[in-house]
């Protein structure tokens, strides 16, 4: 298999955990969102939507991260991301949208260069974007994690969820962009636990072979 993915990029981080965790090899393919390398022809060939993480796997070519966790977690089953009871799935699945779909989409690249270029947001202006959101959902999913009396060390039991798969990136991108992170403690405490984890460890931005 080959992951085309940048390694501070939050989706391919989440692919990388899922992957790490489901105990699969891939061959590292960075694409250097700085120097717009997605945005080329070469790229394109891949992905038609020119965005990362993609996965080359038996002959072709997954994109978007959801999808493509959803595939790992069809094909390779064990060990699982999501429970077996499917009201528990469905708290873990609405855990991982919080971050999936009311935080990162509106707080990545392309919306933060448009703000950048479009609206002439400066830096601290593009940090107070992302700490507003970062904030909407973050005080939501810790008001989760304490109103679940079952919680273990993870997001979601004792062993790490497709919540936590999500979760850690976007822990990862509110220290980018300065968040204090103290307003959240039972986050942080799951931050911990999932970083001791060699799947989670091996997946940070900071030790993949195009981190600069």
């Known amino acids: ?123 601290d202006a593009v940090n107070a974007w992302c700490a507003t959101w970062i904030t909407a959902g973050f005080d939501a999913y810790e008001a989760l994690l304490a109103g679940d009396s079952q919680r273990g060390r993870f997001s979601f039991g004792d062993a790490p969820t497709l919540a936590d798969v999500y979760l850690i990136p976007q822990v990862e991108s509110a220290r980018r962009f300065k968040v204090d992170l103290a307003r959240w403690p039972l986050i942080s405490a799951v931050d911990s636990a999932c970083t001791a984890l060699e799947a989670f460890a091996k997946a940070a931005p900071a030790v993949q072979p195009d981190a600069a």
Not at 14 to 21: E, P
Not at 59 to 84: C, R
């Open 1 to 123: 298999m080959k992951l085309y993915n940048f390694f501070r990029s939050g989706t391919s981080h989440r692919l990388r955990i899922a992957l790490n965790l489901k105990g699969l090899q891939t061959q590292y393919m960075p694409v250097d969102l700085r120097t717009e390398q997605h945005l080329k022809d070469e790229f394109k060939a891949v992905n038609q939507q020119m965005l990362v993480p993609a996965l080359e796997a038996d002959g072709k070519v997954l994109i978007q991260s959801p999808a493509i966790i959803e595939w790992l977690e069809e094909t390779h089953p064990a060990p699982a991301l999501l429970p077996g009871n499917a009201g528990d799935r469905a708290r873990v699945r609405a855990l991982a949208a919080i971050v999936g779909c009311d935080i990162h989409p509106i707080n990545n690249r392309r919306i933060l260069e448009y703000l950048r270029h479009e609206f002439g947001a400066n830096d």
